[in-house]
């Protein structure tokens, strides 16, 4: 079990700040996919053995982790973006913190995270992204050729972002397109190859190799989909050791 924790709400959302037994002084924000949540006796990452494991190594390493609800499905809106930006500031002021920080992303999470990147730079360290949505076009695309989930993503979307379900595609196309294309964030992306909601040749393969013809630092690693989650322990650690040389 993860004991050592401080549990509060924001803005009706519920957060958790889990603490390490022995701190290593830097704190990383994690953002989850579409089943994400947090409540005030637990979370999502909790209720699966190997996530919490993942959890658990974190804080074995000393580092201190945050998370919130977010609201749900916020495909990286507004109101979310603003939530973890008070959270960060909060965390910092509370705990005893380096004030750069690390963002963990995973699925719908990663567009949260980049958010975050866009509206602070100078406080995030690194980014480690776990099959990540980072083309919200293309996501919007693919489900609009799927008739059984399109009508349900149109509903989150307009409620995250607060448009009509009819405006929905006229803004995605324009708030989202060619976004997060201009960050310089070293950023690490572990994407398994057989991924279908976010399939790789159409997020992380092509954000890839964009960044790489305009120089900026964004590593990816294809794996196999049976590793564990938990095997992803190490090389978050690693990636985020790369870039803890520098204290401010």
């Not at 099959?131 to 399109?150: G, H, I, M, R, T």
């Not at 009509?164 to 803004?171: A, G, I, N």
Request: glycine share 4%; net charge neutral.
């Amino acid at each position: 079990m993860i004991d050592l924790r401080r549990t509060f709400q924001l803005e009706d959302q519920w957060c958790v700040i889990y603490l390490p037994a022995r701190p290593n002084g830097f704190a990383c924000m994690l953002f989850g996919d579409i089943t994400h949540y947090v409540e005030q006796e637990t979370c999502s990452w909790r209720q699966h053995p190997e996530r919490e494991q993942f959890i658990r190594g974190l804080l074995h390493h000393g580092y201190t982790v945050i998370t919130s609800n977010f609201f749900g499905r916020h495909w990286g809106s507004e109101q979310a973006t603003k939530l973890a930006l008070r959270l960060y500031h909060l965390s910092i002021k509370r705990e005893i913190l380096n004030p750069s920080i690390h963002l963990i992303g995973e699925g719908m999470g990663a567009l949260l995270a980049m958010n975050v990147m866009e509206e602070m730079p100078d406080r995030i360290r690194s980014g480690f992204f776990i099959n990540p949505c980072l083309d919200l076009v293309s996501y919007y695309d693919q489900e609009k050729a799927n008739k059984l989930f399109y009508k349900r993503f149109l509903i989150e979307m307009a409620a995250a972002h607060e448009v009509s379900t009819e405006d929905v595609e006229p803004f995605i196309y324009q708030y989202f397109n060619n976004r997060y294309t201009n960050l310089e964030t070293p950023m690490h992306i572990f994407h398994e190859m057989n991924e279908r909601r976010y399939p790789v040749q159409s997020h992380s393969k092509p954000f890839q190799l964009k960044a790489e013809r305009e120089n900026r630092p964004v590593t990816l690693t294809l794996r196999m989909a049976q590793k564990s989650f938990s095997s992803l322990i190490d090389p978050t650690y690693q990636f985020f050791r790369k870039h803890e040389k520098k204290l401010s």
